[in-house]
């Protein structure tokens, strides 16, 4: 069965820091994507990235950054020079090579606060 | 652009009372819609998906049920609501068709029910 684990329930940093969220998932399949969301306070979920399990190379979108590791199942997230805007919940998720459908398994979700 | 609307945005039901919430999707055919719940706490869980209109799977057993009356409509219901059924209730589309599956999923703003 698949599984994610965010491990932090919730993280405080002050703007400007660096912080990095951690995702550590299981699954037997050799096909998987992962996916980073971010919910803000009002609730709807936005998507982040993709990362299909063929591709292993880290990516930098501006101040976030992604390390995707399989030898450890882990799928970082680094927030650079944080920002009060970055507040949320952030998901990690993992959705197996079905056809016909997506099924994401979420992570429990790690609550960043940032603080001025 | 596609756009996808749900509501209500917050509903407080008595227990043993019925439910309806309703999603609906915009600007785009044959999506693939999904009811996901976010309990207090917990990661979001997928309650059930469709692939066409009057198709309806269920990833778990519980008080609730799914129609799709029509293609770019979903609707969540129950008979007699139980204080468990208390969450935050998410809507998701993806595209439709065999390759499609596994891009993002976009959600709506969600629908926080309470029930007492």
């Known amino acids: 069965a698949q599984k994610v684990t965010q491990a932090q329930t919730e993280i405080s940093v002050v703007e400007k820091e660096d912080v990095t969220l951690d995702c550590v998932y299981e699954?037997?399949?050799?096909?998987?994507?992962l996916f980073w969301y971010k919910q803000p306070p009002s609730g709807e979920l936005v998507f982040l990235i993709r990362r299909n399990s063929f591709d292993e190379q880290n990516e930098i979108s501006g101040r976030y950054s992604w390390n995707f590791q399989k030898s450890t199942s882990s799928f970082n997230f680094t927030i650079t020079a944080s920002q009060v805007v970055d507040s949320a919940v952030y998901f990690c998720?993992?959705?197996?090579?079905?056809?016909?459908?997506?099924?994401?398994?979420f992570g429990t979700g790690t609550r960043l606060l940032v603080s001025p | 652009s596609q756009t996808i609307h749900q509501w209500p945005a917050t509903l407080v039901q008595p227990v043993g009372s019925p439910l309806s919430l309703e999603c609906t999707v915009e600007?785009?055919?044959?999506?693939?819609l999904y009811w996901y719940r976010q309990a207090a706490g917990r990661g979001l869980q997928l309650l059930f998906y469709?692939?066409?209109?009057?198709?309806i799977s269920s990833e778990v057993p519980q008080n609730l049920s799914a129609s799709r009356p029509q293609d770019r409509q979903f609707i969540l219901s129950s008979k007699k609501l139980l204080l468990s059924d208390s969450g935050f209730y998410l809507c998701?589309?993806?595209?439709?068709?065999?390759?499609?599956?596994?891009?993002?999923?976009?959600f709506g703003q969600g629908t926080r029910l309470t029930v007492v």
């Open positions: 998701a589309w993806t595209p439709g068709g065999a390759g499609k599956m596994n891009t993002e999923a976009f």
């Open positions: 469709s692939v066409g209109i009057g198709q």
């Open positions: 998720a993992l959705s197996e090579d079905f056809t016909g459908f997506q099924k994401l398994v």
């Open positions: 600007g785009t055919s044959n999506p693939n």
């Open positions: 699954t037997r399949d050799t096909t998987y994507y």
